[in-house]
């Protein structure tokens, strides 16, 4: 039989992105892959170079093909030596205000989780912690022991939770959408989001479009405490030689789009005012551009804006909103397939860390000309 032909280095490299997006749960099981055309516009490639890829796949056994349905990712089996045992993952979260609880576990986490699990019959219960007063008792299932059990704890750092499940020899992993200090903590495995790489790359994206003078509207640092998104701000402005200027930072904490847009108009009615905004969250972002439009400007024309989450209204706000994708789904993912790898015996130490991805969309362009 003569051997097969190899793929070129184009096709290669598109089958290594691929690769990723399918392990780190962007393109989950039994979903099919977009349309031959869609993924010509997106990946920037020519049609040899993709079907070199998807051949390349195919016989890997990561996708398989569907007579006139199209080209679906192959679910992934249970990975070799992984113990039988784990009948329940608990996941964990912080007991939250009553007007936070029902966002908190979105539908990008329960997907992300669900997706890991494909093929398993493993029990899934959601608890809240308070750091406080809660006990083991009403973090445990008792339809199993305790050998037979795991944990994500979704945000939960606690010392405390984290020392009484390694007594009990509970496996656990801690899921974190940002890096958190480790400091007086038990070892263990974790899984976060590097936020200030995600807002350092939309920062810089809109400096290489020209803008000098780019507002940051979230967390603001305190004596105790400088968030990941705020030091990702000020890295890009200080390599691109941008001085920081304390007139184009404001305070707005929400995840209501109409309660951003008060703050948001003060801030914009000030005297040269930024060129360019990065958003905390979404809701932000959209409140900005509600606030521009009630004063005649125009966006991207007179003001860039950027979001972070990438929620899904922001593809459908006017104009689409460019945002950070802060990888919710593939987080979640990835904690539990760490929690499965825990149970296969490997070292409870390590750490995972995920990159957050910039959406373009139609919310930035260069500056206006004066």
Known sequence: MAPLPQPSEAATALADRIRQDIREGDLPPHQPLPTYREMLRQYGVGQATLQDCLALLEREGLIYRRERSGVFVRARP????ASPALKCITFVKPLLPMQEASAFLD???LTGYTDALDQRHTKMRFVQFDKE????DSILWEGAPTSHQGCVLVDVVSAR???ALTAAGVRFVLQHHYHYNREGLPEHASVYVNQAAG????VRHLIGLGHRRIGFLGDLPTPDLITDPYTGYTSALKMAGIDLLPRDMMLIKTDDPSAAVA??????RQPQRPTAIFARTDA???GVIAAARELGLVVPRDLSVVGYNDQPFAAQCDPPLTTVDSRRRALARAAVEMLLSLSAGHSPGQTRILDC?????????PPPVS
């Open 284 to 286: 932000i972002g959209l």
């Open 78 to 81: 249970v990975p070799a030596g």
């Open 107 to 109: 539908m990008d986490y």
């Open 199 to 202: 807002v350092f790359d939309a």
């Open 357 to 365: 991805r910039l959406v373009l969309r139609a919310t930035t362009a």
């Open 263 to 268: 703050p948001a108009l003060d801030y914009l």
């Open 133 to 136: 007063t809660s006990s083991m």
């Open 161 to 163: 939770l984290m020392n």
